[in-house]
């Protein structure tokens, strides 16, 4: 009877393993199972108030809308929950304007923690849902005049992944975030002021566009 060798004998066992055959498999380069990275782009729509007084400012006439890149590491907290950061930087495409021909310049900034349900993590599609909870800060400038508006914010998302192959994801979302500004910064040439804002009310920005997605699937279920 052939005896065998001692490598050999550990690679069988390793192999026989289906938990360790997996973390061998993450050791020679395969995508950790707890991790997911993705990249969204959108396009997001104002509207509502910015604040509550006498003359307020309408978001929408402020923003014609965002043209928006959200980054999104998660980790994943069981089989289809997922949790982790988001940030978003947005091109502000502006409609008021500081002259005939210029519109006044503009910048949008969020961020904050997300969670997400997916309900086929396993592919070849996974629809997923899920909530989001941050902080926005935007600003636009009429002539010397820098504004700002700061507050918090809650992001109801849906949308579906298909895989391409392996551990790559790509699909569509949408989502709709409600926000209060509680802050006003207004900077001018001649100084600095900040105020929390008494009249506050509900403002909306809704979106939707594509995200691409690195995670690696899951194993289907056993029957």
Not at 100 to 119: I, M, T, V
Request: with cysteine; hydrophobic share 40%; net charge negative.
């Amino acid at each position: 009877m052939q005896t065998l060798s001692r490598p050999a004998a550990l690679a069988l066992v390793l192999l026989s393993s289906p938990t360790l055959a997996e973390e061998h498999a993450e050791l020679e380069g395969g995508f950790p199972r707890w991790l997911a990275i993705s990249a969204r782009g959108g396009y997001l729509m104002p509207g509502g108030r910015m604040d509550g007084s006498a003359e307020p400012f309408y978001l929408y006439e402020v923003y014609k809308g965002l043209f928006a890149a959200i980054l999104e590491p998660t980790v994943r907290i069981g089989p289809n929950v997922e949790l982790g950061p988001w940030l978003q930087l947005a091109h502000a495409q502006m409609r008021i304007r500081c002259s005939a021909d210029q519109a006044c310049p503009g910048s949008n900034l969020r961020f904050g923690l997300q969670g997400n349900y997916h309900w086929n993590p396993a592919g070849p599609y996974s629809p997923w849902a899920g909530v989001a909870l941050g902080h926005e800060t935007t600003s636009f400038s009429i002539g010397d005049v820098d504004i700002t508006y700061s507050g918090p914010e809650i992001t109801l998302q849906a949308g579906f992944d298909r895989n391409f192959g392996g551990a790559f994801w790509a699909g569509l979302f949408v989502n709709v975030t409600g926000g209060r500004y509680s802050t006003l910064d207004v900077d001018l040439s001649t100084g600095s002021g900040s105020e929390s804002l008494r009249e506050r009310t509900l403002h909306m920005w809704v979106g939707f566009g594509f995200r691409v997605r690195v995670a690696a699937p899951l194993p289907a279920a056993p029957r």
